[in-house]
Nanobody, 121 residues
């Protein structure tokens, strides 16, 4: 099994910063995508930022220029640096991983439990 453990959420004032971390463990042959989604109350889950298998990064338009996704040298930990936070960034942030267990095999996904980010004065 693949497990994802997030940390780093909390309460921050508008304009503040937070860093989220997600540590992935388990067995996989290759990573197809690794990144972050978020879900605010009463809203659908939305992509925040993701690394894709072709080594590119994609961001939601609403966070471009404010959030930065990165990976550690071990490549099994993904970070999300969030700056200039706004109340509308308030949500539960989930780490997710898409992976294959064999070359050309089925793509599986795994989700973390989520970490709450609240932006409020």
């Amino acid at each position: 099994q693949v497990q994802l453990v997030e940390s780093g959420g909390g309460l921050v004032q508008p304009g503040g910063s937070l860093r989220l971390s997600c540590a992935a463990s388990g067995n996989w042959f290759s990573i197809y995508a690794l990144g972050w989604y978020r879900q605010a109350p009463g809203k659908e889950r939305e992509l925040v930022a993701v690394f894709t298998s072709d080594a590119t990064t994609n961001y939601a338009d609403s966070v471009k220029g404010r959030f930065t996704i990165s990976r550690t040298n071990a490549k099994d930990t993904v970070l999300l640096e969030m700056t200039s936070l706004k109340p509308e960034d308030t949500a539960v942030y989930h780490c997710y991983l898409e992976y294959r267990t064999a070359p050309g095999g089925t793509i599986f996904d795994s989700w973390g439990q989520g970490t709450q980010v609240t932006v409020s004065s």
